[in-house]
Structures are given as structure tokens and as C-alpha cells.
Nanobody, 112 residues
Framework: QVQPVESGGGLVQPGGSLRLSCVDS????????MGWHRQRSGNKRELVAT???????FYPDSVKGRFTISRDNANNIVYLQMNSLKVEDTAVYYC??????WGQGTQVTVST
């Protein structure tokens, strides 16, 4: 199974925005869930957002109202729009697909 490939990470100031993208090569992309997780330094990997095949989304309270996950089934891409970023959002962000394959991650740093 080919890994999903993330892009879009970088350095942003507090209050800023970033959009992450994940291209997935799995067969039947439209039929399974996709998600984003993150791992902050010294912490366990944690869920950030998921979207199922019907477009239903889930967010933990830590990002609800600031992050939005969406998917483009025609091009096998899932996005994570991150607004009002905080210093504590600094982490490596990983894309995950419903076949339980993880991407290699992209670094997001929120700092002045």
C-alpha cells in the first residue's frame, strides 16, 4: 500500500492560517474515511480531524471551530484548513487513510 503524501506545512505566526493537503493513492478512495492526526513534541499522537465517505466530519474540542477537513474524491485529496492557529498547534501533522496507512508527516510550526 502506497503511503499518503502530505504537503503544506510550514512556519506561521499565531492567529495565522495554513492549509494542509494529502494525496492518497489507495484504490477506492471515495469509499473510506480519511483523517489527520498530529504529534506534538513529547506527546502521543492525537486525532485532529476525520471525514467519512459520506462527508461527515469529527473534531476534538481542541480544534473545533478552527480546523476544517474536506475531501476531493475526484482527485484523491483530503485537506485540512487550519485557522486561528495557536502556538500549541505546533506539531508534525500526519495524514491517515481508512486502510490504516499513514503518511510521513509534515511539520507545522506556529511561532512569532
Amino acid at each position: 500500500q502506497v503511503q499518503p503524501v502530505e504537503s503544506g506545512g510550514g512556519l506561521v505566526q499565531p492567529g495565522g492560517s495554513l492549509r494542509l493537503s494529502c494525496v492518497d493513492s489507495g484504490i477506492g478512495f471515495a469509499n473510506y474515511s480519511m483523517g489527520w492526526h498530529r504529534q506534538r513534541s513529547g506527546n502521543k499522537r492525537e486525532l485532529v480531524a476525520t471525514i467519512n465517505r459520506l462527508g461527515r466530519t469529527f473534531y476534538p474540542d481542541s480544534v473545533k471551530g478552527r480546523f476544517t477537513i474536506s475531501r476531493d474524491n475526484a482527485n484523491n485529496i483530503v485537506y485540512l484548513q487550519m485557522n486561528s492557529l495557536k502556538v500549541e498547534d505546533t506539531a508534525v501533522y500526519y495524514c491517515w487513510n481508512g486502510l490504516n496507512v499513514w503518511g510521513q508527516g509534515t511539520q507545522v510550526t506556529v511561532s512569532t
